[in-house]
């Protein structure tokens, strides 16, 4: 599988985005800086997906930062050692809490999310959808940020729906199955295409929605 890895990889997949879609030229004129993003595939990356979820960048951030001090090292077999009360004490909602801890299980029984990274969108977004508490957006996210797919588009993304809704002059925004269609037409670099709406919507609302991804350690 073709895999954007640098932020090279971006901006080729934005040229041949803009060439087949001219309008989106327009779209990333305004967005400025198109991120990459990527991080190590892997539990505490897909845990701070789940932590981003329907919360703002910089509460999921923050709600990320206490959890990791709680849990260390946020390991699956940590987690699954870890009390009720490391949860609240972070403040992760019950929901949130059992995905965690479901994917914490999932991992410990076999689940390798490395593995799942070079595997086809669909079947990868399957086998995470499997975990309870594991969503579409969440699986796809995971594989944007952590697997470098190329292909994957969120549409269930609110923020995507905005700035979509917003550059195309759609209202009201389209929903999740509209957006789905519109972005079948930008594949095979639906990869950058979510990366260039993320980057949109931040110029248009200051301020940033793209998820919270764990960042690889340095070095």
């Not at 803009?18 to 595939?41: F, M």
């Not at 403040?91 to 059992?98: A, C, D, F, N």
Request: aromatic share 6%; hydrophobic share 50%; net charge positive.
């Amino acid at each position: 599988m073709r895999r954007i890895a640098r932020l090279a990889d971006v901006e080729d997949d934005l040229d041949a985005l803009c060439r087949a879609d001219p309008r989106l030229a327009v779209v990333r004129a305004a967005a400025g800086q198109v991120e990459l993003r990527l991080t190590d595939p892997g539990y505490d990356s897909l845990v701070s997906i789940v932590v981003s979820q329907m919360v703002s960048r910089a509460s999921a951030a923050a709600i990320l930062g206490r959890f990791a001090a709680l849990v260390s090292p946020m390991t699956p077999q940590r987690v699954l050692q870890a009390e009720d009360g490391a949860f609240r004490q972070a403040g992760l909602s019950r929901p949130k809490q059992r995905a965690i801890v479901a994917l914490a299980r999932a991992v410990d029984d076999g689940l390798d999310l490395n593995r799942l990274c070079g595997l086809d969108a669909a079947e990868a977004i399957a086998r995470l959808t499997a975990v309870d508490g594991i969503g579409p957006w969440t699986a796809q996210v995971y594989l944007l940020f952590a697997a470098g797919h190329p292909d994957v588009f969120p549409a269930r993304d609110v923020a995507l729906q905005s700035a979509v809704g917003h550059a195309l002059g759609i209202s009201p925004r389209p929903g999740d199955k509209a957006l789905e269609q519109i972005a079948r037409s930008w594949s095979p670099w639906r990869g950058a295409a979510a990366r260039l709406f993320w980057a949109y919507y931040r110029d248009i609302k200051g301020r940033d929605a793209a998820p919270v991804v764990a960042q690889p350690p340095a070095g």
